[in-house]
């Protein structure tokens, strides 16, 4: 195992063949070389392949569709059945990991109620669909088990990783996603390459406090969400700006919304500076240095 990601134990669980990588995916987009952009050590393993075309495969889809139904329910930000049909399963991929049914702990048994028609149970999902732009995919969707369980059960970095893989196997060069101000997932997006602010302020969207992200992904990005080392390439290619975002005040976004729609930007978060502080801080936004 690469020794960055030793803090990950369960990932002996994959070198036992107890936990693999799944690839949930028609055939007809099947990716052509998986792996090849991204030069990573990471994911040596065989996925299990998964058809969602395929009768065989829909107790697995089952699942699927309970992790994400009952992680986001609460939150009123599950996805109906048939968005996730056709605007996930059609046009994009869906990958993540899955543990052996039989081989689920308790924690896991009661939350995912194991179906036991299907060998396996996926325990992390990433919804990742192409747009128009070659090689350009938007992160529809994340989440992992872990968010469902007690500290003590959680499975370390689940959620970062599952995200990873799904861009390394898509050999994704730009991800864009969503995710509103204040939530704890943005210190986790932030980690896959340097974070450009697309929208600041979204009322297009059921949440207006929306951050629109575009990230380059870049691989030596990512061992500094288990060092938490600074940045330092970061802070070597931009500066701050003198502007702060506060997740709490809804004018700070919609004043750096017009900012960007005015051409003032690109703008950028720091990966190093969303990390040390809290949810609630304002944040420093930055821009390329000029030289």
Request: aromatic share 12%; proline share 7%.
């Amino acid at each position: 195992m690469n020794p960055i990601l030793q803090k990950a134990k369960w990932l002996s669980l994959v070198d036992s063949g107890d936990i693999r990588p799944y690839v949930y995916m028609r055939a007809a987009n099947r990716i052509s070389n998986p792996g090849v952009r991204h030069h990573v050590d990471w994911f040596p393993w065989e996925p299990l392949i998964l058809d969602p075309l395929d009768l065989r495969d829909v107790n697995f889809a089952e699942r699927i569709y309970h992790l994400e139904n009952t992680a986001f329910g609460p939150a009123a930000m599950a996805i109906p059945r048939w968005v996730f049909y056709d605007c996930a399963v059609i046009p994009g991929l869906i990958s993540g990991f899955a543990m052996k049914t039989e081989k689920l702990p308790p924690s896991l048994r009661k939350v995912m109620t194991a179906d036991f028609h299907h060998e396996w149970t996926p325990i992390s999902l990433f919804i990742v669909i192409p747009t128009m732009k070659k090689g350009e995919w938007v992160a529809h969707n994340l989440c992992a088990i872990n968010s469902l369980l007690p500290e003590a059960d959680r499975l370390y970095a689940l959620g970062f990783l599952t995200k990873a893989y799904g861009l390394w196997y898509s050999n994704a060069e730009t991800c864009c996603g969503m995710t509103q101000w204040g939530n704890t997932a943005l210190k986790l997006h932030s980690h896959y390459g340097y974070l450009q602010i697309l929208t600041a302020y979204t009322p297009v969207h059921s949440h207006a406090r929306t951050i629109t992200y575009r990230s380059e992904v870049d691989v030596e990005s990512w061992e500094l969400f288990f060092s938490r080392e600074e940045d330092l390439r970061f802070l070597e290619r931009h500066e701050p700006t003198g502007l702060m975002i506060d997740p709490q005040v809804e004018h700070s976004m919609i004043d750096l919304h017009i900012r960007i729609q005015n051409g003032e930007g690109p703008f950028y978060l720091g990966a190093s500076d969303i990390a040390t502080k809290k949810l609630t801080d304002p944040l420093i936004v930055y821009r390329q240095k000029r030289f």
